[in-house]
């Protein structure tokens, strides 16, 4: 069974401060993807990772993936309130038939003035 | 534009009741999924379609059921609410499995049980 961790659960920085969100998973596979979730909202895509190595930055947010560690990162370069909201990622079940995510718990970003 | 559209936003239901969500697509996906999110929690799949065949996910309760009657629609079944289903629920749809790149996720509906 694919457990995926997240790390922390909350997070609360104060603006322009850096920091990391960590994503770790149990079983060998090479998509993955964070999302955001703003309260009482649904799920926004952010990053889709296909490949051991991927970088991707979007604005303040940078996404990598090292499959061989099992581990991807989300980091936050000079936040600001309007990063505050849900994180979370999300990693595809390696099965040939499926393209079925298995969730992390999610990270609740609070980013203070 | 919108391009997973779930009907209604905000759903109340009586205890028992039948109750019935909807998800359309423009995407033309070949896959839809059926997601359940409890408050602070993380969304947790149910169910998906890819065309006609239904997956069923093995600890999904058999209270839930879906139907998809064609390529855009698909329809999430709550036979017995209860009240623990309360929850926000989510439609998402991805291209294909294999090829899957991302899924897009419509905005939601909310179900209170009463």
């Known amino acids: 069974e694919l457990k995926v961790e997240q790390n922390p659960l909350f997070l609360s920085m104060q603006e322009g401060k850096n920091y990391t969100i960590y994503c770790n998973y149990s079983t060998t596979s090479d998509r993955l993807y964070w999302y955001r979730q703003d309260p009482g909202k649904s799920l926004e895509s952010l990053f889709v990772?296909?490949?051991?190595?991927a970088v991707k930055q979007e604005g303040r947010l940078m996404a990598s993936l090292d499959t061989k560690a099992r581990l991807s990162t989300l980091h936050i370069t000079a936040a600001v309130h309007d990063l505050s909201a849900t994180y979370f990622c999300a990693v595809d079940i390696p099965d040939t038939n499926a393209g079925k995510s298995t969730f992390g718990d999610g990270t609740t970003l609070t980013v203070k003035p | 534009d919108a391009m997973v559209i779930q009907n209604p936003r905000y759903q109340v239901t009586q205890f028992g009741k039948p109750v019935t969500l909807s998800c359309s697509q423009t995407?033309?996906?070949?896959?839809m999924y059926w997601y359940q999110q409890k408050s602070s929690q993380a969304p947790k799949l149910l169910f998906h379609?890819?065309?006609?065949?239904?997956?069923n996910e093995a600890d999904t309760p058999d209270n839930f059921q879906s139907r998809r009657p064609n390529t855009s629609f698909c329809f999430l079944d709550i036979r017995s609410p209860g009240l623990g289903d309360a929850a926000m629920y989510l439609c998402a749809t991805s291209r294909d499995l294999l090829g899957k790149v991302e899924a897009f996720f419509g905005q939601g509906t909310r179900l209170t049980v009463v």
């Open positions: 990772l296909l490949s051991n190595g």
């Open positions: 379609y890819y065309d006609k065949d239904f997956n």
């Open positions: 995407l033309n996906h070949n896959v």
